[in-house]
């Protein structure tokens, strides 16, 4: 298992973004806000994680391409085997095609 993990994360009413994190339970149910739940996407290999609980708790809407339905933060990674891995660059390019994805070093800059 990877000691840290290279995202694509995204907060309601915010612009998605690469990062770096840990790859610990712990880290990636912080950043979700609570229990995981697992969403396969389009890509073999990659899946979008989010708020187990997220509609229940009244979470902001956060949509991702072909899911209206999704509700608080999510991030996107790869995966290998049971664990989670780096969302794929291939991946990366697809969801700049469909959304705004700045990069870490980008975060905090104007445009």
């Known amino acids: 298992m990877k000691d840290k993990i290279r995202i694509i994360y995204r907060q309601p ?21 609570g229990h995981i739940e697992t969403v396969p ?3 073999p290999g990659v899946i979008l994680v989010c708020n187990d ?16 339905d999704l509700v608080g933060p999510w991030f996107i990674c790869g995966v290998s085997g049971e664990e989670f891995d780096d969302v794929p660059r291939e991946f990366v ?6 959304m705004t994805v700045r990069r870490e ?3 905090g800059k104007k445009r």
Do not use: C, F, W
């Open 41 to 43: 996407l389009n890509m």
């Open 53 to 68: 609980e997220g509609k229940l708790r009244g979470m902001k809407p956060n949509p991702y391409p072909g899911i209206p």
């Open 13 to 33: 009413l915010h612009t998605a973004r690469e990062m770096t994190v840990d790859n610990t339970l712990e880290a990636v149910q912080e950043l979700v806000g």
């Open 93 to 98: 390019k697809l969801v700049r095609a469909v």
């Open 105 to 107: 070093s980008e975060v």
